[in-house]
């Protein structure tokens, strides 16, 4: 039965049986050829072997049963259709082979052209070519014939048959200069015969046999090449670095030939229906007369632009326009398509909806929801929060004079210029002086973490997106380019040479880490344009900018849409009003930390050394009024929007001098013979705090518990702010937010004092202040249903749920093996940069479900940098999150992903 069902399985489809839905089974190029032949455009007939069939033959090394008869039987079909045979002497039907995968690989995988071509049908080609030619000279047809002849010989061997393709181009170069050119249409029919000979040669050479001459094993052969391209290893690295799944397969294309090398009145050429860079609508492509597809990419020869197609050949050009148009409204989106014209007639060979840039991107939703081939829903689909992230940082600006000298990887966004250093020590030397610095080096090492902090920027010659510089710099929000490897890197001459010149320690360049490009001298920056719209300098119903323009349009309709609020991380008023006109509805996290440095560490000094009686208080009451006066300036400027305050988290010795420069201080003053009784104190404390991991030591609640009167000192601080700002006419509505709490009787705990101390400072004010907790110990998670009895808020620490889930300290693990993982695919994106859904995310899944089910209402949000990562904002939108919570410049991002979660899952609330 099984058996019985392989052998009846389906693994061919001609190109009227498929169609564009049908991309995972046919792949996209054949998934779109079918649809193209559907729609009635000038396909040539072919067929398509599954994807299906490719994973069979992976999986076992040989063909699926069945495979080899309906093969036979497509082409027999397609014999008869066209009404000439696979390889025929007299008159041969010839096709090519083409990868297909259901992710378009850009020149990952293989073509092979003119299959069934040998000995005697390229003669038959060569009289059929003359023939229907008419006039034609039949030199001209001779030199098509032994042309084709010569691509397939080339293209075979490489392909299919691993033979270096250098050694064809050698000996093409050498016929060339022979006849003393550089052009291969000067070549004759008697040259390429040669060259035929010589390719057969090279063929033997290194494959120990002859070509083969027959034409169904020539066509078996590619298939399976094609198959087996799949893993080849730029294939599979290129999958790694785009997170495509290494097991769909690829599937292949058998397409009747049609010959763009027939004569002047044949070409090929490609073409986008708009600007694929700017999105403006126009005519875009390149035109190559007298010549077969591979050629225009290869940039063998000089291309046209696709306008002068006009003069040589108005009606296929006409016909073409018309088709691009059919296209765009059809697959209503941008089209890229490949075209080959055989002698005055237009043959469709490929189409695909395009690639673009962000801006690209924005402009053409806009574009066709103006021409109403679309809604506003369906153009939330054609952007997303990464686009608009990079449509946010500020650009090189480009002009003539500024050519780039290497092209690496865009591995962290941005655009930085400074000073080339080769060390880490030289990176933060020269940082200290206020330079800015780009950090140059082969591959980057945990060692480096200093100089990478250090830098503005970070230059590699090696590795790619998953490289150490290149996760330690995402982390960081740090531009940089990796992979670079035009750039030959010499760290102990401190110099590198690029493009024959040396660029020597101090000398400035400038990288681009969107486009991974690479420049000499300080190529200025300037501000994005999206960026002063969102800030309120560009007005966008007066400007004629279309990408402003776009961004409003779809801005507005992703906040009409979204269920998840969007608040901001700000710890000071300044940062409160830039996140407001980013569109923050409120601050999710507003850290106190800072609030105990500058010259207000002498206070948090007195309090940590106190001894005697009262010197505790003292300086508790000294630092009351500094707070209260921070929180009414936050206050003021969120004006009645809420404010979500954490009490102090991190462990009290972070804000004393470091030990080591303690102890020398101590040293040196007691050699001097001065008096040390303060600094021994301090040092005495400084031992006494120290921690085996701060992490998870003594801080958060935990601090609140043990130093009477710290938690009592803030909460006074916030409910007095709130108080004086609602006597002022403002609004104000604090949020108390309690961290690291693993256990009810912990909040529990701190709620009672605060609460007393709220009573008390708001009497008849009508401010109401919620107290909450994070959620960020996976115990609390957990325990979510005990702690939601104390707690009128939860907010999700996805930081430090994502380090004590995994149990990884992030500044130790991201320099240390985070690439290893990546590399290994334990993860496909760090956990820091994205939620993790399995794992971390199921811990906050348990505590919304069951906080929520303690107490109906509880409100749920998270303050983390997830915040403002694409899909984790997804994420939250599903497991019901009331809002995110990240830092001002990915409040844009955030309320377009959240506008963007309700379209994708249907439109629905999920809650
Ligand atoms: P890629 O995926 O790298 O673009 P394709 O399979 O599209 O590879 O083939 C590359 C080019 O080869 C095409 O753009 C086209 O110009 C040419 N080509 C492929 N099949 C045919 C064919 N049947 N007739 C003429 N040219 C073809
Ligand atoms: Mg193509
Ligand atoms: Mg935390």
């Not at 696979?86 to 073509?111: H, I």
């Not at 009128?792 to 690439?819: K, P």
């Not at 749920?860 to 403002?868: F, K, P």
Request: with cysteine; aromatic share 6%.
């Amino acid at each position: 039965m099984a058996a019985q069902e392989t052998v009846d399985h389906k693994y061919v489809y001609d190109f009227s049986e498929g169609n564009k839905d049908l991309k995972e089974l046919l792949g996209g190029k054949g998934a779109n050829l079918a649809e193209m032949t559907n729609l009635g455009l000038p396909v040539p007939p072919g067929f398509t072997i599954t994807t299906e069939a490719c994973q069979a033959y992976l999986a076992t090394g040989r063909e699926p049963d069945g495979l080899a008869g309906q093969i036979e039987a497509h082409l027999e079909s397609l014999e008869r259709a066209m009404g000439k045979r696979l390889g025929d002497p007299q008159d041969p039907l010839l096709v090519s082979v083409r990868s297909g995968a259901k992710f378009s690989m850009p020149g990952m995988m293989e073509t092979v052209l003119n299959v069934g071509l040998n000995d005697q049908s390229v003669e038959g080609l060569a009289r059929q070519a003359s023939g229907s030619a008419g006039q034609a000279a039949s030199g001209g047809a001779d030199r098509f014939a032994w042309d084709s002849y010569r691509r397939l010989i080339q293209m075979f061997g490489k392909t299919v048959c691993e033979v270096p393709g250098e050694e064809f181009e050698h000996a093409l170069d050498e016929i060339k200069s022979a006849r003393g050119t550089d052009n291969d249409l000067d070549l004759d029919a008697d040259d390429l015969r040669g060259l035929v000979d010589a390719y057969k040669k090279i063929f033997l050479k290194h494959t120990g046999r002859e070509f083969p001459q027959q034409p169904r094993e020539q066509l078996d052969l590619a298939i399976r090449a094609v198959f087996e391209s799949w893993n080849a290893e730029r294939a599979v690295l290129y999958r790694r670095q785009e997170r495509i799944p290494a097991d769909l397969g690829t599937a292949v294309n058998v397409v009747t030939m049609v010959f763009g090398n027939l004569g002047p009145d044949s070409g090929t050429g490609v073409a986008f229906t708009r600007d694929p860079a700017s999105g403006a609508q126009g005519i875009y492509g390149d035109y190559l007369a007298n010549a077969q597809g591979e050629d225009v990419v290869a940039g063998i020869r000089n291309t046209v632009p696709l306008q002068e197609l006009e003069q040589l050949d108005k009606s296929s050009y006409d016909e073409l326009l018309g088709i691009m148009a059919r296209l765009e409204e059809h697959y209503r989106d941008l089209c890229d398509i490949e075209f080959t014209i055989e002698r005055g007639k237009l043959w469709m060979l490929q189409t695909r909806v395009g690639k673009r840039t962000a801006a690209a991107a924005f402009v053409i939703a806009g574009q066709l929801v103006d021409e109403g081939l679309i809604d506003l829903d369906e153009a939330l689909h054609r952007v997303n929060g990464a686009q608009l992230a990079q449509l946010m940082f500020p650009r090189f600006q480009l002009d003539h004079e500024f050519a780039p000298v290497a092209t690496g990887i865009g591995a962290s966004p941005g655009a930085a210029s400074g000073t080339v250093v080769f060390t880490s020590a030289r990176a933060v030397e020269l940082a200290a002086e206020g330079r800015s610095v780009i950090l140059v080096r082969r591959e980057t090492n945990p060692d480096d973490l200093n100089g990478m902090i250090a830098a503005k920027g970070i230059l590699t010659s090696r590795g790619g997106k998953t490289s150490h510089a290149a996760v330690v710099a995402r982390g960081m929000g740090k531009t940089c380019v990796s992979g670079a490897d035009a750039i030959e890197v010499n760290v102990p001459a401190k110099r590198f040479t690029v493009a024959g010149q040396t660029v020597d320690e101090g000398d400035v360049v400038s990288i681009d880490g969107t486009t991974g490009k690479v420049y000499l001298g300080e190529v200025p920056v300037m501000p994005s344009e999206v960026v002063q719209y969102f800030e309120g300098s560009l007005d966008p119903e007066h400007i004629d900018n279309p990408l402003v323009r776009a961004v409003h349009r779809i801005m507005t309709h992703a906040d009409g849409k979204r269920r998840l609020a969007v608040r901001t991380n700000a710890d000071t008023g300044a940062d409160a009003a830039r996140a407001r006109r980013f569109g923050a509805e409120g601050i999710g996290l507003c850290r106190t930390e800072h609030m105990f440095l500058g010259d207000r560490r002498e206070l948090v000094e007195r309090l940590i050394l106190a001894r005697a009686p009262g010197e505790r208080e003292a300086a508790l009451a000294a630092l009351l009024p500094l707070q209260r006066a921070d929180f009414e300036e936050i206050f003021r400027e969120m004006d009645g929007l809420p404010v979500t305050v954490r009490l102090i988290d991190p462990p009290l010795h972070e804000f004393l001098p470091p030990l080591e420069q303690l102890a020398v201080n101590v040293a040196v003053a007691q050699e001097r013979g001065e008096d040390v009784a303060k600094e021994e104190a301090l040092l005495a404390a400084v031992r006494r705090m120290h921690e085996e991991n701060p992490m998870l030591g003594l801080r958060g609640v935990r601090l609140g518990l043990v130093i009477p009167g710290l938690f009592a000192m803030q909460v006074r601080a916030i409910a007095e702010a709130a108080v004086s700002c609602t006597r002022g006419g403002g609004a104000a509505k604090p949020e108390i937010m309690v961290p690291l709490v693993g256990a009810v009787q912990e909040l529990e705990t701190v709620r009672a004092e605060a609460e007393k101390i709220i009573a008390e400072v708001v009497g008849d004010s009508g401010v109401e202040v919620l107290i909450g907790t994070m959620i960020e110990v996976p115990r609390a998670a957990l325990t979510a249903g005990q702690i939601a009895e104390a707690a009128e808020f939860f907010s999700f620490g996805t930081n430090d749920l994502t380090q004590m889930g995994w149990g990884f300290s992030r500044d130790d693990v991201e320099g240390a093996f985070f690439w290893r993982y990546l590399e290994l695919g334990i993860f496909g994106i760090s956990p820091f940069e994205s939620i993790d859904r399995d794992g971390v995310g199921r811990l906050i899944r348990i505590a919304a479900e069951e906080g929520r089910a303690a107490r109906p209402g509880l409100k749920l949000g998270i303050c983390g940098e997830h915040g403002g990562d694409p899909d984790s904002v997804h994420f939250f939108h599903e497991v019901g999150l009331d809002y995110v919570s990240c830092s001002p410049f990915r409040v844009p991002v955030a309320r377009l992903e959240a506008g963007r979660a309700v379209v994708e899952s249907g439109g629905s609330d999920s809650r």
